[in-house]
């Protein structure tokens, strides 16, 4: 069954939250010797989802943020949790939706699941800085208005 494709609503513990969706193949250059992911890997893969998300569920070109525009997204907390191995040729559907917006911060919830199983969950806080001056700045107002127009109230 193909996984729901954009924004869903997910309603499971608490007020809907809009979860923006991507399902990515697993690859040998995802995988260790053991022919499982190798834990790394997912970070990549959650980063690779956070550029679609801003992209294509917001409509802010993730490359015109960090090239022309210079501001950057660095996650500076990270927590995961690694329930289940995925292996080469499966496809997992990469969930993230907004946990908070703050001043100059985001909170993530990512979620990586394959036929229905949780295999590794993610929250990130990531923080929009000058990529210049190498310090944190105010959302930008294109980005709270796509974040406003798209996230219920969190």
């Known amino acids: 069954m193909q996984a729901p494709r954009g924004l869903s609503q997910d309603v499971a513990g608490g007020p809907p939250a809009a979860r923006f969706e991507r399902d990515y193949r697993i690859r040998f250059s995802h995988c260790d010797p053991a022919g499982i992911v190798f834990f790394p890997q997912y970070l990549v893969l959650f980063n690779q989802l956070v550029e679609d998300w801003f992209t294509e569920g917001l409509g802010i070109s993730y490359a015109d943020?960090?090239?022309?525009?210079?501001?950057?997204?660095?996650?500076?907390?990270?927590?995961?949790?690694?329930?289940?191995?995925?292996?080469?040729?499966?496809?997992?559907?990469?969930?993230?939706?907004?946990?908070?917006?703050?001043?100059?911060?985001?909170?993530?919830?990512?979620?990586?699941?394959?036929?229905?199983?949780l295999r590794v969950a993610s929250r990130q806080v990531l923080v929009f800085t000058d990529l210049d001056a190498h310090r944190a700045i105010a959302l930008p107002e294109d980005v709270r208005a796509a974040l406003a127009a798209s996230t219920p109230a969190v």
Do not use: Y
């Open 65 to 117: 943020m960090l090239g022309p525009r210079r501001i950057g997204l660095p996650i500076v907390r990270l927590e995961c949790d690694f329930r289940a191995i995925a292996r080469m040729g499966e496809t997992l559907t990469f969930s993230v939706a907004v946990e908070r917006i703050g001043g100059k911060s985001l909170t993530l919830a990512l979620e990586a699941r394959g036929d229905g199983v």
